[in-house]
């Protein structure tokens, strides 16, 4: 599990974003009162900017960058595991769902982390040392 970087509901999406950049994360688990409300990651960001020329010039009448907040464009439906979980619970949930990263939310709704696919990777190399025989053939 990896520690997760946060952000509040409120806050405007190009602070968030610049946040995303300074840090190089690639999601931010978005916090209200310490209870995770959302989620808001570079695809959230990419349906939610113009995508050409006309387009750009609608949604900049229709709201500035400046009034657009994380809680306008952020994943409100958030999939996440138990922090009792095993990793391959973990894993299956991310693979169902097509996700990267899965909050780690214990049962009072408080975020505990984040368990990403590089957690995964970094198992897998880890497994090594106690010998687990996996081959790539088989993993397929």
């Not at 999406?13 to 009162?33: E, P, Y």
């Not at 999939?79 to 391959?88: G, H």
């Not at 991310?94 to 709704?109: A, F, K, N, Q, T």
Request: net charge negative; glycine share 4%; hydrophobic share 45%.
């Amino acid at each position: 599990m990896s520690p997760a970087e946060t952000v509040s509901p409120d806050i405007p999406f190009r602070r968030a974003l610049a946040q995303m950049k300074q840090r190089a994360v690639h999601c931010l688990a978005v916090l209200d009162q310490g209870r995770l409300v959302g989620i808001l990651t570079l695809g959230d960001i990419r349906h939610a900017t113009p995508s050409d020329e006309v387009t750009r010039q609608i949604w900049t009448v229709n709201r500035t960058w400046e009034k657009v907040t994380v809680a306008r464009i952020m994943s409100h439906v958030v999939i996440t595991v138990d922090p009792r979980a095993d990793v391959f619970h973990a894993v299956e949930i991310m693979l169902e769902h097509g996700i990267s990263r899965l909050p780690v939310v214990d049962r009072e709704g408080r975020l505990l982390g984040i368990f990403t696919s590089e957690d995964v990777y970094r198992l897998l190399a880890e497994s090594r040392e106690t010998n687990l025989d996996l081959d790539v053939l088989t993993a397929v």
